[in-house]
């Protein structure tokens, strides 16, 4: 596509639900962040994909989080049994990774906006 | 020390005025080098990125200090729609990129 695109882009959940958001990167990216954001914070790195290689998790907050990407392409982040303090902007960004100068220029979505009741 | 440190304003400052934010790394093997810009309640979005010989768009200039491990932005002749935060962002390889938390900037009529 022309852009990341995250869905969805909005998502209230009563506290213990778990809830999936979803990152379709651009055509081609092979590295895929997500980050996570709360109100008036910088940037939260969370997990890392780049092509075949092992993701980087080390940016999780908890067992509750988790991160997959199938096929390369499109990522879908779960959080189980979601806490208050989970609420936040979950940001996806995309980038061609490694190879030449700017290959790893990080485009992003608009973020899903999660609120946790 | 934190990974990329930066100056969190913010920097209230007027039309026309010069302003320039600097920016910390702590791994002296970064190679890589950026500044984004995130309007509020929006995505970053990359402003320029940064080389080893400083680069220039337009009224913003990008300057490197590898021996000091800073980063610099200088902002001339700033407009009200500059005002938002800046992202100082650091990168080494096939590791995640490191982001600062960011400088706010607002430019006051």
Not at chain 2, 20 to 35: G, K, M, R
Not at chain 2, 73 to 85: E, G, M, Y
């Amino acid at each position: 596509g022309a852009g990341v695109s995250q869905s969805p882009s909005n998502k209230v959940t009563e506290k213990g639900k778990d809830v999936e958001l979803r990152c379709d990167p651009i055509s081609g990216h092979t590295a895929l962040y997500w980050y996570r954001q709360s109100l008036g914070q910088g940037l939260e790195f969370l997990i890392y994909f780049q092509g075949n290689s092992a993701p980087d998790k080390s940016g999780l907050p908890s067992d509750r989080f988790s991160a997959e990407r199938t096929g390369g392409s499109v990522s879908t982040l779960t959080i189980q049994r979601t806490q208050q303090e989970d609420s936040a902007v979950y940001l996806c960004a995309s980038s061609f990774g490694t190879g030449s100068t700017g290959a790893n220029v990080l485009t992003f979505g608009a973020g899903s906006r999660l609120t946790v009741l | 020390r934190k990974e990329v440190e930066q100056d969190p304003g913010p920097f209230n400052v007027p039309e026309g005025a010069t302003v320039a934010f600097n920016c910390t790394y702590s791994n002296s093997a970064s190679q890589s080098f950026f500044w984004y810009r995130q309007d509020c309640r929006k995505e970053p979005k990359l402003l320029m990125s940064v080389y080893s010989s400083g680069n220039e768009d337009g009224r913003f200039t990008a300057q490197l200090n590898r021996a000091s491990q800073y980063i610099s932005l200088l902002i001339r002749d700033s407009k009200l729609s500059d005002s938002a935060t800046y992202l100082c962002v650091v990168g080494l390889g096939n590791t995640p990129l490191v982001f600062g938390k960011g400088t706010r900037l607002s430019v006051i009529a």
